[in-house]
């Protein structure tokens, strides 16, 4: 009798999901849930499969710091002739002035002018823009897995293309195609991770993305200094041949699979990432009543029409537009002339190095902070010693340009520039991204995610085509002034419009966008 005891309690101690839905794979052990005495979950496989699919934020932050490096050596030298200012190719590195015409490049050689340095770096933003919104639809149709493996595909074509480019033609071709596959892990990426993780560990999975775009801009920065730029692209091809070999091992979304009626390799999705002794069923059951609450796939009309769809449409995207305008990229395109024109006795290359060192220390400790001082207090944070930063700098290139003597305070830039950095690094580098995940429900995420990020890399390509002429019509000064303004107007917007996230369920954080 004891024994007929024993197996009835094993028995309803290892039923299972799909034992419940009469399916197929019910005999399947690792379907099996434990007792609610014996629950546990693991978080091991949840910061594996995030750091896995966060290579493609590793291999879009080699791209956007490539140009840092890279132009400088494949850039036709400006040269005096006949007193005129020209841009000759040349073999030569420096400046010179010679009535002579300089040599010749060798045909293998790159020499390229200022108008295609331009489109080298801005063809990137216009790549990442396009290929954000299809990797919404994409994601919905064959699931975030499939799209982040073909996506990834891009990146390899791109970087061969730049390695062995021979004119601007393949550079142009190589810097748009790896413009798509940034902007396609932009949108899938943080998709991804805000369907696999636990609600204690979301946020500091969602600051992962940052933090190892981060790494791969100090990756450039520092091998950028040591290689020939073909040898530096040859080594950033190894990233996304590294996330494709990942991506093979790592399962599709539970979300996903719910959302396709395919019950049973959901369980074995969190399973997988949740660890063997979780409470899939209960986990199933959350996600599956956020899906009834919503219904079928929503129409791209909805995300204007739903009142919470619409509500977090707009924090996201303005969240975007303050991260770009808070003029960060402009910062990472043109961190050497910077450092330059303020008259900094140290090394450009050691500059760059210098900021991309604290920007991955400082977004590390952001994972860290996250879940405890919670998304809005970061950000305040963050927005307002920019502000004040941005502010000094204007202030700082106002003395300069007007002649004073700014010599005894030439280490001012640098540290306005340091603490720039930590700041965004805190708060409006990774939260954004983290709260893009979190703001909508399952049936517009694919949607809202790619329209997000697309608003994103058009401020991306909007800042970095006129920072240059911003600094050349109004100045250096008025220049930072503006950016101070763009994040003094984030710091009002964030302390009236956006609420804390932290710890919430989507079903908590769509109530109150709905008004609730």
Same mark, same amino acid.
């Given at each position: 009798?004891?024994?007929? /005891?024993?197996?009835?309690?094993?028995?309803?101690?290892?039923?299972?999901?799909?034992?419940?839905?009469?399916?197929?794979?019910?005999?399947?052990?690792?379907?099996?849930?434990?007792?609610?005495?014996?629950?546990?979950? *693991?978080?091991?496989?949840?910061?594996?499969?995030?750091?896995?699919?966060? @290579?493609?934020?590793?291999?879009?932050?080699?791209?956007?710091?490539?140009?840092?490096?890279?132009?400088?050596?494949? *850039?036709?030298?400006?040269?005096?002739?006949?007193?005129?200012?020209?841009?000759?190719?040349?073999?030569?590195?420096?400046? &010179?002035?010679?009535? $002579?015409?300089?040599?010749?490049?060798?045909?293998?050689?790159?020499? @390229?002018?200022?108008?295609?340095?331009?489109?080298?770096?801005? @063809?990137?933003?216009?790549?990442?823009?396009?290929?954000?919104?299809?990797?919404?639809?994409?994601?919905?149709?064959?699931?975030?897995?499939? #799209?982040?493996?073909?996506?990834?595909?891009?990146?390899?074509?791109?970087?061969? *293309?730049?390695?062995?480019?021979?004119?601007?033609?393949?550079?142009?071709?190589?810097?748009?195609?790896?413009? $798509?596959?940034?902007?396609?892990?932009?949108?899938?990426?943080?998709?991804?991770?805000?369907?696999?993780?636990?609600?204690?560990?979301?946020?500091?999975?969602?600051?992962?993305?940052?933090?190892?775009? #981060?790494?791969? +801009?100090?990756?450039? !920065?520092?091998?950028?200094? %040591?290689?020939?730029?073909?040898?530096?692209?040859?080594?950033?091809?190894?990233?996304?041949?590294? @996330?494709?070999?990942?991506?093979?091992?790592?399962? &599709?979304?539970?979300? !996903?699979?719910?959302? /396709?009626?395919?019950?049973?390799?959901?369980?074995?999705?969190?399973?997988?990432?949740?660890?063997?002794?979780?409470?899939?069923?209960?986990? $199933?059951?959350?996600?599956?009543?956020?899906?009834?609450?919503?219904?079928?796939?929503?129409?791209?009309?909805?995300?204007?029409?739903?009142?919470?769809?619409?509500?977090?449409?707009? =924090?996201?995207?303005?969240?975007?537009?303050?991260?770009?305008?808070?003029?960060?990229?402009?910062?990472?395109?043109?961190? &050497?002339?910077?450092?330059?024109?303020?008259?900094?006795?140290?090394?450009?290359?050691?500059?760059?190095?210098?900021?991309?060192?604290?920007?991955?220390?400082?977004?590390?400790?952001?994972?860290?902070?996250?879940?405890?001082?919670?998304?809005?207090?970061?950000?305040?944070?963050?927005? #307002?010693?920019?502000? =004040?930063?941005?502010?000094?700098?204007?202030?700082?290139?106002?003395?300069?340009?007007?002649? /004073?003597?700014?010599?005894? $305070?030439?280490?001012?830039?640098?540290?306005? %520039?340091?603490?720039?950095?930590?700041?965004?690094?805190?708060? !409006?580098?990774?939260?954004?991204?983290?709260?893009?995940? &979190?703001?909508?429900?399952?049936?517009?995420?694919?949607?809202?995610?790619?329209?997000?990020? %697309?608003?994103?890399?058009?401020?991306?390509?909007?800042?970095? /085509?006129?920072?240059?002429?911003? +600094?050349?019509?109004?100045?250096?000064?008025?220049?930072?002034?503006?950016?101070?303004?763009? %994040?003094?107007?984030? #710091?009002?917007?964030?302390?009236?419009?956006?609420?804390?996230?932290?710890?919430?369920?989507? *079903?908590?954080?769509?109530?109150?966008?709905?008004?609730?």
């Amino acid at each position: 009798m004891d024994s007929d /005891k024993v197996v009835g309690a094993m028995a309803r101690w290892w039923q299972t999901v799909s034992q419940e839905d009469n399916d197929g794979m019910s005999h399947n052990p690792m379907l099996y849930d434990p007792l609610d005495g014996v629950v546990k979950t *693991s978080k091991t496989r949840q910061y594996i499969a995030a750091l896995i699919i966060c @290579l493609g934020a590793v291999a879009a932050g080699t791209a956007l710091a490539w140009t840092s490096p890279v132009l400088p050596q494949i *850039s036709a030298p400006v040269v005096q002739y006949n007193n005129s200012t020209i841009v000759t190719p040349s073999n030569s590195t420096g400046n &010179e002035t010679s009535p $002579i015409s300089p040599p010749l490049p060798h045909d293998d050689q790159l020499q @390229l002018t200022v108008a295609q340095q331009t489109w080298v770096s801005s @063809l990137l933003a216009i790549g990442a823009f396009l290929g954000a919104l299809p990797t919404g639809y994409i994601a919905d149709a064959i699931g975030r897995r499939y #799209t982040a493996m073909a996506m990834d595909v891009p990146f390899i074509l791109a970087w061969l *293309s730049i390695s062995f480019a021979k004119s601007a033609g393949w550079l142009y071709f190589g810097r748009f195609l790896i413009g $798509i596959s940034t902007g396609s892990f932009c949108v899938v990426a943080p998709m991804y991770i805000s369907e696999i993780a636990e609600t204690s560990i979301r946020g500091t999975l969602g600051t992962l993305f940052q933090l190892l775009l #981060t790494m791969g +801009i100090l990756f450039i !920065y520092v091998v950028g200094s %040591m290689v020939s730029w073909t040898t530096l692209s040859i080594l950033c091809l190894f990233v996304p041949i590294a @996330l494709l070999l990942g991506m093979v091992m790592l399962p &599709e979304t539970p979300v !996903y699979l719910l959302k /396709k009626g395919r019950r049973a390799e959901a369980a074995l999705s969190l399973k997988w990432l949740w660890g063997r002794y979780c409470d899939s069923r209960s986990a $199933i059951q959350v996600i599956q009543n956020d899906l009834d609450q919503t219904g079928a796939d929503a129409s791209f009309l909805d995300l204007f029409t739903n009142r919470g769809a619409r509500n977090g449409l707009i =924090i996201s995207i303005l969240l975007m537009f303050f991260q770009q305008f808070s003029g960060i990229n402009a910062v990472i395109f043109y961190t &050497e002339s910077i450092f330059k024109s303020a008259g900094s006795s140290l090394d450009a290359s050691i500059c760059s190095i210098i900021v991309g060192v604290v920007q991955v220390i400082m977004t590390l400790t952001s994972s860290l902070l996250i879940e405890r001082a919670g998304r809005k207090m970061l950000l305040l944070f963050s927005s #307002t010693v920019m502000t =004040i930063c941005l502010a000094i700098l204007g202030a700082y290139f106002d003395m300069k340009d007007s002649g /004073k003597d700014v010599s005894h $305070i030439g280490w001012l830039p640098l540290l306005c %520039m340091v603490l720039f950095i930590i700041t965004f690094s805190v708060g !409006y580098g990774p939260i954004p991204w983290l709260m893009m995940g &979190e703001l909508f429900m399952p049936d517009v995420r694919a949607t809202a995610v790619a329209l997000t990020v %697309m608003a994103n890399w058009l401020c991306v390509f909007v800042v970095t /085509k006129c920072f240059g002429i911003m +600094i050349t019509e109004w100045g250096s000064d008025i220049t930072f002034w503006f950016f101070a303004g763009c %994040m003094a107007l984030a #710091t009002v917007y964030v302390a009236v419009a956006v609420v804390e996230t932290k710890g919430r369920s989507s *079903s908590q954080i769509q109530t109150w966008l709905s008004g609730h």
